[in-house]
């Protein structure tokens, strides 16, 4: 059974980098997509973006130039970083599989979340 | 951007009782070299991740109970729950991944009235 667990400090200072690490087991994280998706306190879900295996990646429009995706096969893990956080980035951030190969498929498996709030 | 809109944005039905969800999507997601909607469903619990119930706009994932199905095409798409359960209480949303940026409603709330 795959599993995501998305791991990195639960509190940021505004102005910092958010760093999260998303480590897949029960799998491979090869020939995979996979994204990152981020929910603030009690409202809907937002897709930040997604990286495959081999690197290419896709970004929302709206977090472009403040993201970075990176993979690392050997230790089956991928990574977020958001510079320059703000209090609008709190929010509780999942690692997602694309269920197959193509980044135009749906996320089959989810990490349980992690709360990232941005506080001085 | 594919806007995706859900109605309504909440529901109190009894239990037993056959529960609608409605998603639009401001453009098709109806991919016509396949004959496929790029439309999935998911059922989010307090505290928990979201949870696929449907994709391809009606295929239900494996483990999911019958009394969920999906229907629909190109921007109008629909999600049933046939009897409701008090284990249904949940937000739901659409999905589309036909286009990035994948794009989500903005969530169902479903209550048990």
């Known amino acids: 059974q795959v599993q995501l667990q998305e791991s990195g400090p639960g509190l940021v200072k505004p102005s910092e980098t958010l760093s999260l690490t998303c480590t897949v087991s029960g799998g491979s994280i090869i020939s995979y997509y996979w994204s990152w998706i981020r929910q603030p306190p009690g409202k809907g879900l937002d897709w930040i973006g997604y990286i495959s295996y081999t690197g290419s990646t896709n970004y929302n429009p709206s977090l472009r130039s403040r993201v970075t995706m990176s993979v690392d096969t050997s230790k089956n893990q991928f990574s977020l970083n958001l510079s320059s956080v703000t209090a609008a980035d709190t929010a509780v951030y999942y690692c997602?599989?694309?269920?197959?190969?193509?980044?135009?498929?749906?996320?089959?498996?989810w990490g349980q979340g992690t709360l990232v709030t941005v506080s001085s | 951007d594919i806007v995706m809109t859900q109605s309504p944005d909440s529901l109190a039905m009894s239990l037993g009782e056959r529960a609608t969800i409605h998603c639009k999507s401001s453009?098709?997601?109806?991919?016509?070299?396949?004959?496929?909607?790029?439309l999935a469903w998911f059922q989010q619990k307090p505290g928990q991740p979201p949870k696929l119930l449907i994709y391809?706009?009606?295929t239900r994932e494996s483990g999911v109970p019958d009394r969920f199905s999906g229907s629909g095409s190109g921007t109008d798409f629909t999600l049933t729950i046939s009897s409701l359960q008090a284990e249904d209480v949940a937000v739901y949303y659409c999905?589309?991944?036909?286009?990035?940026?994948?794009?989500f409603g903005q969530g169902t709330k479903l209550e048990i009235k």
């Open positions: 997602a599989r694309h269920e197959t190969s193509n980044w135009d498929s749906f996320f089959d498996y």
């Open positions: 391809w706009a009606s």
């Open positions: 453009q098709s997601v109806l991919y016509s070299s396949n004959n496929k909607n790029f």
């Open positions: 999905h589309q991944y036909y286009s990035t940026p994948h794009t």
